[in-house]
Nanobody, 117 residues
Framework: QVQLVESGGGLVQPGGSLRLSCAASGFAFSSYVMSWYRQAPGKERELVATITSPSGRTTYTDSVKGRFTISSDNAKNTVYLQMNSLNPEDTAVYYC??????????WGQGTQVAVSS
């Protein structure tokens, strides 16, 4: 079955960096739309970044442009989110989502990111 497993979250000081990973299994990692979402306490889940295969096209929400980078390694069936210049407003649970060519949608379990001094 399809599984998405996030990792790489943690506590970081303002201005610091983290790299999140989303390891995918159970589907052909060649045609997909993979996204990172986040949900802060008391707020709705929001889309952070998306990467589409095979085009490699990426999109970002305005608040992370220039700071976050989404990428994928198809050989490792993994999508990454490199997060730089983190600030407390980036504190949230980060989720990986996959939309496959079948139209099916899958979510990971989430990884916590906390930005605090």
């Amino acid at each position: 079955q399809v599984q998405l497993v996030e990792s790489g979250g943690g506590l970081v000081q303002p201005g610091g960096s983290l790299r999140l990973s989303c390891a995918a299994s159970g589907f052909a990692f060649s045609s997909y739309v993979m996204s990172w979402y986040r949900q802060a306490p008391g707020k709705e889940r929001e889309l952070v970044a998306t990467i589409t295969s095979p085009s490699g096209r990426t999109t970002y929400t305005d608040s992370v442009k220039g700071r976050f980078t989404i990428s994928s390694d198809n050989a490792k069936n993994t999508v990454y989110l490199q997060m730089n210049s983190l600030n407390p407003e980036d504190t949230a649970v980060y989720y990986c989502r996959a939309v496959l060519s079948t139209g099916n949608v899958y979510w990971g379990q989430g990884t916590q990111v906390a930005v605090s001094s």
